[in-house]
């Protein structure tokens, strides 16, 4: 429990930074006339703000799949060098923990992880909100939208 309360309170900013890009992510697939599904779906299996953002725009153009592969890896890569910098402090994390830490690793959650340390639960907490946090902001942006209105979506 200590753990999850450390957790906490170092993600609070991650909590005001991705609901704000979160909501705006989940108002811009609205505007476009996603279903909440695919908001859903991409918050869940891409979890890369930059990317989620640029593929609403890519999936209402003619499907380029490897202009669309090598996007989500140029806009990803930088995330190949926090993966190599956290190999150590993941090594004892154990089957089940390190996938979800390599997975949940965004820019704020290795800042978050790597400054603080803290042991392989206090890691996957902070993980695992952060996460949690991206994906209910990009929701509440979504329910946001569709209960606006389109003469009020326009602005979006």
Request: glycine share 10%; net charge negative.
């Amino acid at each position: 429990m200590q753990e999850f309360k450390t957790a906490l309170k170092l993600s609070l900013p991650v909590l005001g930074a991705y609901w704000f890009l979160g909501i705006t992510y989940g108002l811009l697939a609205s505007s476009m006339g996603y279903p909440v599904w695919v908001t859903l779906s991409m918050a869940l299996l891409v979890y890369s703000g930059s990317a989620e953002f640029i593929a609403l725009t890519m999936l209402c153009v003619a499907f380029n799949p490897l202009a669309a592969i090598g996007m989500a890896l140029m806009v990803g890569a930088r995330h190949l060098f926090y993966g190599i910098s956290m190999l150590d402090r993941y090594q004892g994390a154990g089957l089940w923990r390190k996938p979800l830490l390599i997975f949940w690793l965004t820019d704020e959650t290795f800042a978050i992880n790597y400054a603080n340390g803290g042991n392989y639960s206090q890691q996957l907490w902070v993980s695992m909100l952060d996460y949690q946090y991206w994906i209910t902001g990009g929701v509440m942006g979504y329910l946001i939208g569709s209960s606006m209105g389109e003469e009020l979506m326009q602005w979006f």
